[in-house]
């Protein structure tokens, strides 16, 4: 663990994680990222036993993790002072990116709100030192912008134990993850909202079956999950029988939140295009200069109302708030993808699979997972109307209906 006061300030934080970095990057990687050498630095943590070996390296250090206390393995830093930390692993582009995301954004702040000390004790260390990936088993084939109409089950047997049947999908990265978010209906005699209880599930349980489903990118990285038959032990279960819903609330307000990015400001996905633009001879085309620019801006100004978001709310509190952040990156994403492919239009046209063929074309195909993912654009609008601006609710006559006596399919 890196030594760094609670208080440190913003520039402290900077320079001591700075500081870890130069010190402990292995020379080659080191190197690579301070001549922007990015397909250097992408193949050392691609590499099977490097990549693990320094991000576990970074997590013990708590770099990953700094605004966890530090008893979990963090670095109990305020959200500024650790968005100086992201902002300097992100200049080195060492972090531990999406594929943990589960982990890091979802699963470790949602243990930490509601875990008992043993759930802690068990996941937090090892998921702050990259050991254990993560995944979100929450959406189902009847059950997604409407999560609380799941209907996977969870039946609790007379020792305590959990027996569990049923599907999700879209489930991210769970063919290669160790743990599971799970959400079960446990009594269907409640309302929707009310026979819900979430469960840590550990994904080489018998009866998990996670079959990876190809997308139009090419990539295949989501899955249909099967639970068939999953004994789980009883204290899988986070937080209270049929409590469940209370507990999803945290996790989807971090993935709403987190989504949106780490609070720090620095080149981003217009830089890179803008550089794309530069090296190809489209920059002097004005039109596209124009919009290339006010994509610039928007990336910025996203970035400061992230880091200025994180900074008010402190580092448990997320608000409705975050979906303007999530609705706004969504719309970034698109046109960002869209100006990818009127930067480089022969390459967005050449298609062929897999992400090194044409980065153009692959960011084009990918454009409307932002919209979707974590909740669609739709949803984050409903959020933004009923809890921010106190607009009606979307009306649901059968909100205190028991979950078995609702009408399906409607
Ligand atoms: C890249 C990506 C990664 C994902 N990863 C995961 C994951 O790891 N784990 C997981 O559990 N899920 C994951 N998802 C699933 C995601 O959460 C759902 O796709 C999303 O919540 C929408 O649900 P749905 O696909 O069932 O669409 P539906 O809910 O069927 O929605 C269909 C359409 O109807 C609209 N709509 C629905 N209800 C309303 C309403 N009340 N008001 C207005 N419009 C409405 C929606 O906006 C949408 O346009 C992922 C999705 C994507 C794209």
């Not at 260390?125 to 959406?139: D, I, K, T, V």
Request: glycine share 10%; aromatic share 6%.
């Amino acid at each position: 663990m890196i030594e760094l006061a609670e208080d440190a300030t913003e520039a402290e934080a900077y320079e001591v994680a700075d500081a870890w970095l130069r010190r402990n990057l292995p020379g080659d990687a080191l190197k690579a990222a301070l001549d922007a050498d990015w397909a250097t630095v992408a193949a050392f943590l691609a590499d099977p036993e490097r990549g693990p070996a320094w991000h576990s390296a970074l997590g013990a250090a708590g770099l990953s993790t700094p605004t966890w206390p530090k008893e979990w393995g963090g670095l109990g830093l305020s959200a500024r002072a650790a968005g100086a930390v992201a902002e300097a692993v992100l200049r080195y582009r060492v972090d531990r990116g999406m594929s943990d995301f589960v982990g890091l954004a979802l699963a470790g702040p949602t243990i930490i709100v509601h875990g008992t000390p043993e759930q802690k004790r068990r996941f937090l260390g090892p998921l702050a030192r990259g050991e254990h990936r993560w995944c979100q088993l929450f959406s189902e084939p009847g059950a997604g912008s409407d999560l609380a109409g799941l209907s996977t089950r969870a039946v609790r047997q007379d020792d305590g134990t959990w027996l569990v049947n049923g599907q999700k999908v879209w489930s991210s990265f769970a063919h290669v993850s160790d743990y599971g978010l799970l959400m079960a209906r446990t009594d269907p005699a409640l309302p929707k909202h009310k026979g819900i209880s979430y469960f840590l599930v550990n994904m080489r349980t018998p009866g998990v079956d996670a079959r990876p489903l190809k997308q139009m990118t090419g990539d295949a990285e989501f899955n249909e999950v099967f639970l068939t038959d999953v004994h789980l032990p009883a204290d899988a279960l986070l937080g209270e029988v049929n409590g469940g819903w209370a507990v999803a609330i945290t996790t989807l307000m971090q993935e709403r939140n987190g989504l949106t990015g780490l609070p720090a400001v620095g080149p981003g996905r217009s830089d890179e295009l803008l550089r794309r633009a530069r090296d190809n001879g489209t920059l002097a085309e004005p039109v596209l200069r124009d919009e290339l620019l006010r994509l610039v801006v928007e990336e910025r100004v996203l970035q400061m109302t992230t880091v200025r978001s994180y900074a008010e709310s402190g580092r448990d509190a997320v608000g409705a708030e975050g979906s303007i952040r999530k609705l706004v990156h969504a719309q970034f994403e698109e046109a960002a993808a869209s100006l990818a492919a009127e930067v480089a239009p022969l390459s967005a046209l050449a298609w062929d699979e897999g992400r090194q063929n044409s980065e153009a074309s692959y960011e084009f195909l990918a454009m409307k997972q932002t919209s979707i993912a974590g909740g669609t654009s739709e949803i984050q609008r409903n959020i933004i109307a009923e809890r921010i601006l106190g607009l009606p609710k979307d009306p649901d006559p059968e909100k205190d209906v028991p979950f078995n006596e609702r009408r399906r399919g409607g």
